[in-house]
């Protein structure tokens, strides 16, 4: 079946730094993936479709120049988190389209 | 933007008993899923039901769509503590993978030994 993997599980940063986070689709090409962010205890909200070879559409309220997002190959979508804030801690997990929606494991992000 | 509404947000039971959510949306829909995550923990992929079906059922769960009513509902039957979960709704409006799912708040089960 359909696997995606997500890198890292959880990552730890200062505040003011930047953080990459990776996720590949490892027995398939994505020609579009998706990154949702979850704040503890609520839902997951999509930010941002990831387009392979384009830009990336995002979801309004979710700063492009913040949350930058590359989709240089068919198997894999970056997001990177720029100048990170601790309002920035949450829970970023990534997903993928093959007949149906595969997810990553997810990323504990934690701004110290 | 998130569309769906899970009512209840929480649900605490004895293990046994049959737990109930459900979950309203807004807009057209091509499918609905249901996801379980444990705490802190990926999604967990449990049911899809079509916009065209009315029920569907997958060992102790059963989902039924009413698109008329734009509401779904998941029954888990005979729970167990390993159940203990938050579990969301999903919509997809095309279902060819182009838009992502928008989810539910979701409801947070807890199934008591």
């Known amino acids: 079946g359909a696997v995606v993997s997500q890198h890292p599980s959880w990552v730890i940063c200062k505040s003011g730094t930047s953080v990459k986070i990776e996720c590949r689709s490892l027995d398939f090409q994505a020609t579009t993936m998706f990154w949702y962010r979850q704040f503890p205890k609520q839902s997951l909200m999509l930010m941002a479709t990831s387009n392979e070879g384009s830009k990336a559409t995002y979801e309004q309220g979710v700063e492009k120049d913040k949350f930058l997002i590359n989709h240089a190959s068919l198997t894999l979508s970056t997001l990177t988190v720029t100048s990170a804030h601790p309002e920035d801690s949450s829970f970023y997990i990534c997903?993928?389209?093959?007949?149906?929606?595969?997810f990553g494991s997810g990323t504990r992000l934690t701004v110290v | 933007s998130q569309q769906g509404e899970e009512d209840p947000q929480a649900l605490s039971i004895q293990e046994g008993e049959n737990a109930t959510m459900n979950c309203s949306y807004k807009?057209?829909?091509?499918?609905l899923q249901w996801y379980r995550q444990n705490s802190g923990r990926g999604l967990v992929h449990l049911i899809l039901?079509?916009?065209?079906?009315r029920e569907k059922h997958s060992g102790r769960l059963r989902v039924t769509l009413d698109t008329s009513k734009k509401s779904s509902s998941l029954l888990i039957t005979a729970s167990r503590a390993a159940d203990t979960a938050s579990y969301f709704c999903a919509t997809d409006a095309t279902g060819g993978g182009a838009d992502g799912l928008t989810f539910g708040k979701g409801t947070h089960l807890i199934i008591q030994p």
């Open positions: 997903s993928a389209w093959r007949g149906g929606y595969t």
């Open positions: 807009t057209s829909i091509n499918n």
């Open positions: 039901i079509r916009s065209n079906e």
